[in-house]
Structures are given as C-alpha cells and as structure tokens.
C-alpha cells in the first residue's frame, strides 16, 4: 500500500498529513468539507475563537454523520423487511406451482 503525503488547508492554516494513496482524493474532500463547515461557523456571526470555531463545527458534522446513519439504518431494515416479504411470497409460489404440479402428474 503506497502513502501519499498531501497538504491540506483549513481556515487558511496549512496541514500536512499522509493516507493510503487510494484514500487521497476521499481525504482532501473532506478537508475541503470541513474547511467549509468552518468558514461557515466562523462567519456565524458570533464572536468566538478557533478552537470554539473548530468545536462547534466537529458537532455539526458528527450530527450530520449520525442522522445519516440512523437513516441508512431505517433504509436498510426497511430492506431486509421487503427481502423477507419477497421471500415469503417466493415460497407460497413455490407451493403451489409443486401443488399444481402433483395434480397434473396423478
């Protein structure tokens, strides 16, 4: 596996980190991301430092990524619910094409 070493920049400060090489344009997209959601904390409109800045930002992202979650959760029981139907369904057809089947053959 081949690192990449990149440079990234947030608020303007630069940051140099490495990744896998196929991880390298998922990694600038979010810093680019994050970058964002930064800028657009700090041009809230109140007054506070980075630190805060970058705190605040972490939280509306984390919220983000869990109702995300929780929504891929609900989509994929709702998925395996439709599967097991689907499934069912299967069977009783099954059922009664071999049903059928017998009583052509007797």
């Known amino acids: 596996m081949t690192k990449a070493v990149i440079t990234i920049s947030v608020l303007g400060k630069e940051f140099t980190v490495s990744c896998p090489e ?3 344009e998922a990694l600038m997209r979010a810093a680019k991301y994050v970058d964002t959601r930064m800028q657009e904390t700090q041009r809230s ?18 919220y983000e990524f869990l109702r995300l979650h929780e929504q891929s ?14 499934d069912k369904v299967d069977g009783v057809l099954r059922e ?6 017998d009583q052509a053959g007797s």
């Open 45 to 62: 409109g109140k007054s506070m430092g980075i630190e805060r800045g970058a705190v605040m930002a972490a939280l509306n992202i984390a």
């Open 22 to 24: 196929e991880e390298r």
């Open 73 to 86: 959760q609900s989509v994929g029981g709702f998925g395996r619910r439709v599967q097991a139907l689907i």
């Open 96 to 101: 009664e094409f071999k049903e059928q089947a």
